[in-house]
């Protein structure tokens, strides 16, 4: 009875030991059931939660480019580096405003305050990145503020204004500059001062260069509003001055995006071309 006992005693202490193993194993089974069940969970709520943040999920890991993945080139200096922008021929006539308030540019001269809207409909381009698309182009040293003459400064749509840079479609476009056969060019009309989203977002073949001819067409429009007129090529192979029309032709000068080349204004004869405007959007 004792043998028995200490046989029994045994094959207790090893069924004890295989049943602490079977809970050992059991336990550690679950408990990586569970860390990958909230992993799955984690990953299931993560980007609902990320919505509702208003942050945009970056998706599964195995979705993501590995961290090795070299950075996309950085494009040339001047050159635009931003998606396709899509428009109606005819936006809804409305305009949202960009809000924020820009320093001064320019350090002296006549103070001239102006506001930055995007036509509603023109779902592509953020209102507040066109403002300080603007806002750099008309703070450059090479641009009006950059003699001494005016200085510029950027508001938000409750503040007063000297005029308006306006983001506009085609068909507004017509409308606001009192000329609606012409969908293709850009204009000053009074205080406000209409850019053409199809010239924005196209160019013209004289550019080679998106961001060049959006700075070219930009100091342009504003060039009428500070009281210049239309100028004509003073030498063939020589910068065009900023006040020619150079979205229509260049008539032997080269682009020239800015109002002061080498330092000082750049300008040419008084008059303009007899040029056709092309009738595409």
Same mark, same amino acid.
């Given at each position: 009875m004792g043998g028995r006992t200490?046989?029994?005693n045994g094959l207790h202490r090893r069924r004890r030991?295989?049943?602490?193993?079977?809970?050992? &194993?059991?336990? %550690?089974v679950v408990a990586v059931g569970l860390a990958a069940g909230g992993a799955y969970a984690a990953r299931r709520g993560g980007p609902d939660l990320l919505v509702r943040a208003g942050v945009r999920s970056a998706g599964p890991a195995s979705a993501r480019p590995a961290a090795s993945t070299p950075p996309p080139a950085v494009p040339a200096a001047g050159r635009v580096a931003q998606p396709p922008v899509t428009y109606p021929s005819r936006g809804t006539g409305s305009f949202r405003t960009a809000t924020a308030l820009g320093a001064v540019a320019g350090r002296s001269g006549r103070? %001239?305050?102006y506001r930055v809207a995007v036509e509603e409909g023109i779902d592509a381009v953020d209102v507040e990145r066109f403002g300080r698309e603007v806002a750099v182009i008309l703070a450059d040293p090479r641009?009006?503020?950059g003699d001494g003459e005016w200085r510029l400064q950027r508001v938000g749509p409750d503040s007063p204004a000297d005029f308006t840079v306006l983001l506009a479609t085609p068909v507004t476009r017509g409308e606001l500059c009192g000329d609606?056969?012409?969908?293709?060019t850009s204009c000053r009309n009074g205080d406000r001062?209409?850019?053409?989203?199809?010239?924005?977002?196209?160019?013209?073949?004289?550019?080679d260069d998106l961001g060049s001819y959006r700075q070219y067409l930009l100091n342009h429009e504003v060039g009428h509003? &500070?009281?210049r007129g239309h100028e &004509?090529?003073?030498r063939a192979g020589g910068p065009a001055p900023v006040m020619e029309q150079q979205t229509l032709g260049l008539h032997g000068c080269t682009p020239n995006a800015w109002p002061r080349v080498d330092g000082t204004l750049h300008t040419g004869p008084s008059g303009q071309y007899d040029d056709p405007i092309p009738a595409e959007f």
């Open positions: 200490r046989r029994d030991a295989s049943r602490a193993g079977s809970v050992t &194993l059991l336990a %550690l103070l %001239l305050r641009g009006w503020t609606p056969i012409d969908h293709y001062v209409v850019i053409n989203v199809t010239r924005w977002a196209r160019g013209v073949p004289q550019f509003r &500070l009281g &004509l090529c003073p």
